[in-house]
C-alpha cells in the first residue's frame, strides 16, 4: 500500500522556518496502531491524518508517542495541503475532531484557525515544575497544560528545562510566557511526556495562552512569538468561547510512504 505525505512548515512564510508537520490523506482510516507507527517513523512532532467524511474531513493528529485531542499547527498544515495540493476550493474548511468542530479559512495570504478557547485557574506549582524548569514563575496556572508566567521575556528565552522532570507532571506539558518587547506575549512549550522535548510553534498552547494575555492586556486581538529555535509568529484573537489563530504555511516536501502488504 502506497500512502501519499506532505512535509509543512506551519505558522512560517519560507522553509525551515515554523513548525514541520507531516500530513497524510486516507481514503479510509487504518488501523491505531499503524497510525501510530508512521507517526513515530516520521519523528516530528505531530503527523495529521484526515478521512473525507461528505462535509468535510475527519482529522487525528499523533505525536511519536501518542494521539492528541488538539493540534493547531498541524491542523494548519492539513488545510494547506487541502487547499494548495489537493484542490479544495471555497474559502474554508471544516474538520471534525476529538476537540469539536474545527474550521480554517482563508484571509488573504494567512490561513485562520477557529478553535476552542482553553480556560486555566491560578494553582500552586506542582512537584516538579520549578526543578524541571531551573527557575521559579511569578504565578502558574493550570489548563490542558501548566503555564508558567514570568516578569521578563528574556528568562522565557535563557530557560534550560531538564526534561526528564517534567515529564512525571500530571498534564500534557508545559507553557512558559512572558510578555513581549517586540510583541504582545512571547511563550516556549516542552512536551516531553509526549517525546516533544520543545514544540517549535504550538497552535493549541495559544488557545490557553490567549485568553490569559488577553484579560491581562485589556484588548482580544494579540500578537505572540514562540522563542523556539526554529520560531513562529502568530496573530491571535479571542472571540468569545473560540480562538482565532493567523499564520501561514509552506510545503518542504512532497513523497510516498511505501507500507508492507
Excluded at 93 to 106: A, D, K, P, Y
Excluded at 159 to 170: E, I, K, T, V, Y
Excluded at 216 to 242: H, I, M, N, P, V
Aim: proline letters at 6%; charged letters at 20%.
Amino acid at each position: 500500500m502506497n500512502l501519499k505525505i506532505y512535509q509543512v512548515d506551519a505558522f512560517a512564510s519560507r522553509v525551515f522556518e515554523g513548525n514541520p508537520a507531516a500530513v497524510v490523506p486516507l481514503d479510509e482510516w487504518l488501523p491505531d496502531k499503524t497510525l501510530q507507527a508512521i507517526a513515530m517513523e516520521n519523528n516530528l512532532s505531530e503527523t495529521a491524518f484526515f478521512v473525507s467524511n461528505g462535509h468535510g474531513f475527519r482529522l487525528r493528529w499523533f505525536t511519536p508517542e501518542a494521539e492528541v485531542d488538539l493540534c493547531g499547527h498541524a491542523t494548519l498544515a492539513a488545510a494547506h495541503v487541502l487547499f494548495s495540493h489537493l484542490g479544495r476550493v471555497g474559502p474554508e474548511i471544516r474538520f471534525q475532531s476529538n476537540s469539536g468542530e474545527l474550521r480554517v479559512r482563508h484571509e488573504g495570504r494567512q490561513l485562520c484557525l477557529d478553535f476552542p478557547a482553553i480556560a486555566s485557574r491560578p494553582c500552586q506549582a506542582p512537584a516538579g515544575l520549578v526543578e524541571g524548569l531551573g527557575a521559579k514563575p511569578d504565578q502558574v496556572l493550570a489548563g490542558t497544560d501548566y503555564m508558567a508566567v514570568f516578569d521578563d521575556p528574556a528568562r522565557v528565552a535563557s530557560l534550560a528545562p531538564d526534561f526528564s522532570r517534567l515529564a512525571g507532571l500530571d498534564l500534557r506539558g508545559v507553557i512558559v510566557t512572558a510578555a513581549g518587547a517586540d510583541c504582545d506575549f512571547v511563550s516556549r512549550c516542552f512536551y516531553p511526556s509526549l517525546a516533544v522535548s520543545e514544540d517549535p510553534v504550538t497552535g493549541s498552547a495559544h488557545c490557553q495562552l490567549t485568553p490569559y494575555w488577553a484579560k491581562r492586556l485589556g484588548r482580544t486581538r494579540l500578537t505572540a512569538r514562540q522563542l523556539s529555535r526554529r520560531g513562529g509568529y502568530l496573530d491571535c484573537e479571542q472571540a468569545g468561547k473560540r480562538i482565532l489563530l493567523r499564520g501561514q504555511a509552506v510545503t518542504y516536501l512532497e513523497g510516498t510512504i511505501t507500507l508492507p502488504t
